[in-house]
């Protein structure tokens, strides 16, 4: 594999309840940042392999806090741009009860829409080892859309690798919105990864009165779409990958959840780290599976990812130094 992975994609600032229930003054409030393709491109660096994020946030505390994060995390952000002129996206996380999480965006217009093709490097994508995108970021805006087709269509013409995470978010598009314009994506993509929920969305689409059930005809019909590799993430059943005409099962590592979000990201990263590692199928999703445990373990989207020489924790290895 010659290179690391490229991502890009939008992160923003959380705020967090600390504590269950509704919000009300002097609840305490924990800070943090969030972003799909930030926390797969945290999780790959942690791994050992070459990562680069390329988006936009605000010149504001926040914005400059992700900003030093990621490079903190030896995540290349010479693609991050800085806007002085918009705020960076917030999301509000409230723990409505013991087990029930609810989440409101403040995001539209913001800092993180503004995504365009002047930031996307040619020369950058063409010399990775993966490319990954997700649904989110044709959905922020015009602009974000055509930066994902730009790069895509980069990454298709010099032989690079393509991941797509279907990651479909209903506040963002509708249904049918979503998978027309994922369609042409998935056309492109070498990986998929999706959620059985998802999967059946980009089935229907495809053709709605012929959606399998059984995960061996659901991967079987997406890699008809066009990629190489189907995931999918069954979540607490573990996860299935498709590839050269055979299904693969990986169970789940059982850990002790603390908090589900971020595990499928984790699984992503642990995933594309496994292809940079030159790793079988099975491989990489045993590495995958061990991310999303590790992220589950801790609270927040990235902070649980693993480094390398911390894998033998879960995998029932002793932990070389």
């Not at 005409?245 to 595990?263: I, Y």
């Not at 990489?284 to 991310?291: E, H, M, S």
Request: hydrophobic share 50%; charged share 20%; aromatic share 4%.
């Amino acid at each position: 594999m010659r290179g690391g992975l490229v991502t890009l994609g939008e992160a923003l600032g959380v705020v967090a309840a600390a504590d269950p229930g509704p919000l009300a003054p002097g609840a305490g409030m924990r800070m943090d940042f969030a972003g799909a393709e930030a926390t797969v491109a945290i999780g790959v660096s942690r791994l050992g392999h070459p990562s680069s994020w390329i988006g936009s946030v605000g010149a504001d505390a926040v914005g400059r806090m992700i900003f030093d994060r990621l490079r903190a995390e030896q995540v290349d952000v010479s693609g991050c741009r800085l806007d002085p002129d918009r705020p960076t996206a917030l999301m509000l996380r409230e723990r409505r009860t013991a087990d029930r999480t609810r989440v409101t965006y403040y995001r539209r217009g913001l800092a993180g829409a503004q995504l365009s093709v002047d930031q996307i490097d040619a020369a950058r994508i063409t010399a990775a080892g993966v490319l990954h995108i997700t649904g989110i970021t044709p959905a922020l805006s015009d602009s974000a859309r055509a930066a994902v087709e730009l790069a895509v269509g980069i990454a298709a013409d010099a032989g690079v690798p393509v991941s797509l995470d279907v990651n479909y978010r209903s506040a963002l598009w509708t249904p049918p919105e979503a998978a027309a314009e994922l369609a042409k994506l998935v056309a492109q993509a070498d990986i998929l990864f999706a959620g059985l929920d998802e999967a059946a969305l980009l089935l229907w689409f495809a053709s709605p009165d012929m959606v399998p059930e059984d995960l061996a005809s659901m991967a079987e019909s997406l890699a008809a779409q066009g990629p190489s590799e189907i995931v999918l993430k069954l979540g607490s059943d573990g996860a299935a990958a498709w590839s050269d005409g055979k299904l693969r099962r990986e169970g789940a590592v059982p850990v002790t959840a603390v908090d589900p979000v971020g595990a499928g990201d984790a699984f992503v990263a642990g995933y594309l780290a496994g292809l940079l590692d030159g790793g079988s199928v099975a491989e990489r999703l045993r590495l995958a599976a061990l991310c999303g445990a590790f992220a589950v373990s801790v609270p927040g989207d990235w902070a649980g990812l693993p480094y390398r020489d911390e894998l033998g924790l879960l995998d029932g290895a002793d932990i070389q130094r």
